[in-house]
T-cell receptor, first 114, second 114 residues
């Protein structure tokens, strides 16, 4: 199976701009989660989607949003970027049967906000 | 709300030393438990997992973990580490209800001296 694909891999934005990140999960996986990874903070949960529905949301401000499409691809958007949003954003494709909840990660999108 | 605590943020060992990384979680219900590993320059990958049954689970590369329900713990162990085990290790917990929201600990950076 092809792995999880995240685009873009790297991007630089300035404060106040907005950004959209994309994730294509493993074929057949209908659930994805998004995480923000920063040094010392580990992985902070952003949201989880299953069949186009957001089932869980983490403790992030409303500037962080996401969606999932009918083909299971997902996007997340961050509006009005702040310096503190600089991080590696990880998408995880979630196995929903067999070993339910097992995560398969992409390489991530590294966002730098100047 | 779920939370995960990893006891050590940085660990330095010599090759052949034994390893134990502590992980405690906070959640009153039934959980699935995971350890993920991130080798330098690579994406996060599953090391081992516990869903039910034998509380001692074995993973890849000689790692094992023991689930102690009464202590809400899921400690990772390896009898003899190798230089190639240098990586960051994350404990993760997923509640079995309400989707696949997986919460991660802050991570432990392991450095193995050759």
């Amino acid at each position: 199976k092809a792995g999880v694909t995240q685009t873009p891999r790297y991007l630089i934005k300035t404060r106040g701009q907005q950004v959209t990140l994309s994730c294509s999960p493993i074929s057949g996986h209908r659930s994805v989660s998004w995480y923000q990874q920063t040094p010392g903070q580990g992985l902070q949960f952003l949201f989880e989607y299953f069949s186009e529905t957001q089932r869980n949301k983490g403790n992030f401000p409303g500037r962080f949003s996401g969606r999932q499409f009918s083909n299971s691809r997902s996007e997340m958007n961050v509006s009005t970027l702040e310096l503190g949003d600089s991080a590696l954003y990880l998408c995880a494709s979630i196995r929903t049967s067999g070993s339910p909840g097992e995560l398969f990660f992409g390489e991530g999108s590294r966002l730098t906000v100047l | 709300a779920q939370s995960v605590s990893q006891h050590n943020h940085h660990v330095i060992l010599s090759e052949a030393a034994s390893l134990e990384l502590g992980c405690n979680y906070s959640y009153g219900g039934t959980v699935n438990l995971f350890w993920y590993v991130q080798y330098p320059g690579q994406h996060l990958q599953l090391l081992l997992k516990y869903f039910s049954g034998d509380p001692l689970v074995k993973g890849i590369k000689g790692f094992e973990a023991e689930f102690i329900k009464s202590k809400f713990s899921f400690n990772l162990r390896k009898p003899s580490v190798q230089w190639s085990d240098t990586a960051e290790y994350f404990c993760a917990v997923n509640a079995r209800t309400g989707g696949f929201k997986t919460i991660f600990g802050a991570g432990t950076r392991l450095f193995v001296k050759a």
